[in-house]
């Protein structure tokens, strides 16, 4: 979309907040438009697109008409938007409750919701000054990705689009195409479900995302009502949990001792044959096959599934998928960028809906530097002047120069004298409230929050502020983050807090042994409910990552915590921390896989004409790749270095023949 249509949309907003009387169609077309074209469908069509923007923006855009004349006649037809009617209200909040509201935001970091919250938090902020507040000691509660098909589904849900999409069914275990509306999505038994109205069975289904077997399609000509009286949570709490059931599993001897520990026993030969040479036979209780596929695929040669056979076709299906992948061509690819581009690229609406967070902002922040201004919006320098002189040629239609905003940053300290009654944020919308308002439920549970009812009260700020799409935020539910093991949880959070060092017992994957080692506690992070410590290891003298449910034992050793371990707390903190002696690994994803590429900090990327990626990713250890390659099952493949792509076909070579077996 080019800068003229962010000219446009802006005059043309200001125009219709600074009119009490309305201006007819004509009148906008003459002195915001300047069409003189004469053609009048294209201008009707142009300005019917601009008033849905601006709608969709959280602007009410009224329709008068003069007494006696229906809206269809343009001449009798007025427009404005009420001044109040698209304001947010201004919400005061404490430093507690503003401590509990940044956990919430920060939520959402890597998924399709995190740019809505920090948005949210920005206009929060535009409205007053945030308070002083400090976060939790190292306490940093995420939700896990949940992939691309997520960000597609709640982009096509809150515009109210139905959806298409390929589903593996769970109990006849065929692929059929669905068209759904979507009605809401949710987290349950660890798994994302969606919830809507299947068109071809005519009934409301529930899918779980995992089982998706292609991209999701929206539908953009077709529009859909959801009930009113739909609730997402209601939903999933009648979801009954899947039965438990079991598997035999043959495990290469001397490997995957974490899987052995799982074992509730070792099969008798005679259940399932007896395991080839060099195997051991486990019975191993899981609910969802294609859960256990998933890590059983990635283990590759070293575990094979024996039965049920929906469980050996899945991971079967999986390691051919991801061994298809991995031989097919390598497309044409170039990266355009220094910095990773995963996300859309930016619209007219999404530079407007800044600019318009921009200016009340700074009527409330006088004389910042304009590097601050730039970082506080996560824009470069460049792209924040570019916002600043459409704004400082934006003003009233035909209006004298004090009719255009005025802001000056010609010493690099940003001031705004006049604003043109932009001074206040624009309402939420669906999405911020989402982000904000489901966040804050799911941080119910999390141990040693502020008190006081901070959770409790902010919520109810935010509803009231919210509004009508408030309500809406119950078409979302996100998963638990209160850890599991609670007692683990308390000593590492308090060692942080002491700077004190501890003693870990820890079952390693990688080198598949338990190990003991001393670390110094940096800061407490999850995904979902699943909580890491990050540590300065002194056992391999570098930052590690550790795994609480893989902590067999710790406790303090009587020693304080090194300054070796000490580095800046910034937010989010990093499932894989980058080092100088990091390999630089190309892979090329999926449409279905492309959010794999932020959840591992890609540093460029490339997009490519299937709606894929290829990008770069820092790993510090390679070995494990082949593994994650299995595992994705056709969503990841390695293009460099070419020894880590060849063993990864390697290992999916050798699985297949273990399987061929």
């Given amino acids: 979309m080019s800068l003229t249509r962010t000219e446009r949309l802006l005059n043309l907003l200001i125009a219709l907040l600074n009119t009490r009387y309305g201006l007819h169609r004509s009148e906008l077309r003459d002195k915001v438009y300047h069409d003189t074209s004469g053609n009048d469908v294209a201008f009707g069509r142009m300005f019917e697109r601009d008033k849905n923007d601006l709608r969709a923006m959280g602007f009410d855009v009224e329709t008068l008409t003069d007494l006696g004349w229906s809206e269809d006649d343009p001449a009798t037809t007025r427009y404005r938007?009420?001044?109040?009617?698209?304001?947010?209200?201004?919400?005061?909040?404490?430093?507690?409750?503003?401590?509990?509201?940044?956990?919430?935001?920060?939520?959402?970091?890597r998924a399709a919701l995190g740019t809505a919250a920090q948005s949210a938090l920005r206009k929060l902020q535009a409205s007053g000054q945030l308070a002083e507040v400090e976060l939790p000691a190292g306490v940093q509660p995420r939700i896990k990705p949940a992939g691309q098909a997520f960000d597609d589904i709640v982009a096509a849900m809150h515009a109210k689009h139905p959806v298409a999409f390929t589903y593996?069914?769970?109990?006849?275990?065929?692929?059929?195409?669905?068209?759904?509306?979507?009605?809401?999505?949710?987290?349950?038994?660890?798994?994302w479900y969606l919830m809507g109205y299947d068109r071809a069975r005519k009934a409301a289904r529930q899918f779980r995302l995992s089982r998706l077997t292609s991209a999701v399609t929206t539908l953009p000509r077709e529009q859909y009502e959801p009930p009113a009286d739909f609730n997402i949570r209601a939903e999933l709490e009648r979801l009954p949990e899947l039965p438990l059931r079991t598997a035999v599993v043959h495990v290469r001897k001397g490997h995957l001792l974490a899987l052995r520990r799982r074992a509730v026993q070792e099969a008798a030969p005679q259940a399932s044959g007896r395991p080839r040479e060099g195997y051991d036979q486990l019975v191993l209780e899981y609910r969802d096959p294609e859960v256990l596929a998933e890590e059983l695929a990635s283990y590759g040669p070293d575990a094979l599934a024996v039965e049920p056979a929906v469980l050996v076709e899945a991971v079967r299906r999986r390691l051919q998928a991801a061994a298809d992948f991995s031989a097919a061509p390598v497309p044409a690819y170039s990266f355009t960028d220094t910095r990773a581009r995963t996300a859309r690229k930016g619209t007219s609406e999404d530079q407007l809906k800044r600019m318009l967070q921009l200016v009340p902002f700074l009527v409330h922040n006088q004389g910042l530097h304009i590097q601050d201004v730039a970082r506080h919006f996560g824009v470069t320098r460049e792209e924040l002047e570019a916002d600043l002189r459409i704004l400082i040629c934006s003003g009233l239609p035909e209006g004298y120069p004090d009719d255009l905003l005025d802001i000056q940053w010609e010493d690099d300290h940003v001031f705004i004298t006049q604003d043109l009654d932009l001074k206040k944020p624009v309402r939420f919308t669906v999405e911020e409230a989402c982000a904000l308002l489901t966040g804050l439920e799911t941080l119910n549970g999390l141990p040693d929050l502020p008190g006081g009812g901070a959770l409790e009260s902010v919520t109810l700020k935010l509803l009231a502020a919210a509004g009508e799409e408030g309500l809406r935020a119950a078409s979302i539910a996100g998963p638990q983050v209160a850890p599991e093991d609670a007692e683990t949880h308390a000593i590492v959070r308090h060692a942080i807090e002491s700077r004190s060092q501890l003693h870990l017992t820890y079952l390693s994957p990688q080198r598949d042994a338990v190990t003991e080692r001393d670390v110094d506690p940096l800061r407490l992070?999850?995904?979902?409910?699943?909580?890491?410590?990050?540590?300065?290891?002194?056992?391999?003298?570098?930052?590690?990552?550790?795994?609480?449910?893989?902590?067999?034992?710790?406790?303090?050793?009587?020693?304080?915590?090194?300054?070796?371990?000490?580095?800046?707390?910034?937010?989010?903190?990093?499932?894989?921390?980058?080092?100088?002696?990091?390999?630089?690994?190309?892979?090329?994803?999926t449409r279905q896989g492309r959010g794999l590429a932020e959840d591992y900090y890609a540093e460029r990327?490339?997009?490519?004409?299937?709606?894929?990626?290829?990008?770069?990713?820092?790993?510090?250890?390679?070995?494990?790749?082949?593994?994650?390659?299995?595992?994705?099952?056709?969503?990841?493949?390695?293009?460099?270095?070419?020894?880590?792509?060849?063993?990864?076909?390697?290992?999916?070579?050798?699985?297949?023949?273990?399987?061929?077996?």
């Fill in 168 to 191: 593996l069914a769970g109990t006849t275990g065929k692929e059929k195409e669905r068209i759904v509306e979507p009605w809401g999505l949710g987290s349950r038994f660890g798994q």
């Fill in 525 to 589: 992070y999850s995904l979902d409910n699943t909580w890491y410590l990050e540590a300065w290891c002194h056992l391999v003298d570098g930052l590690r990552n550790f795994r609480l449910d893989r902590v067999e034992d710790v406790h303090p050793n009587g020693a304080p915590a090194s300054k070796a371990g000490e580095r800046e707390s910034g937010v989010p903190a990093k499932l894989f921390t980058p080092n100088d002696d990091d390999t630089i690994v190309t892979v090329q994803l």
């Fill in 605 to 661: 990327t490339a997009e490519l004409p299937d709606g894929g990626l290829v990008a770069e990713i820092r790993f510090g250890s390679t070995a494990w790749l082949p593994m994650f390659v299995a595992q994705h099952g056709g969503a990841v493949r390695i293009l460099a270095p070419a020894e880590v792509a060849d063993a990864a076909r390697d290992w999916l070579a050798a699985a297949l023949h273990t399987y061929a077996g």
């Fill in 81 to 109: 938007i009420g001044k109040e009617s698209n304001r947010l209200p201004d919400v005061e909040l404490g430093p507690e409750e503003w401590t509990v509201l940044l956990l919430a935001s920060q939520l959402w970091e």
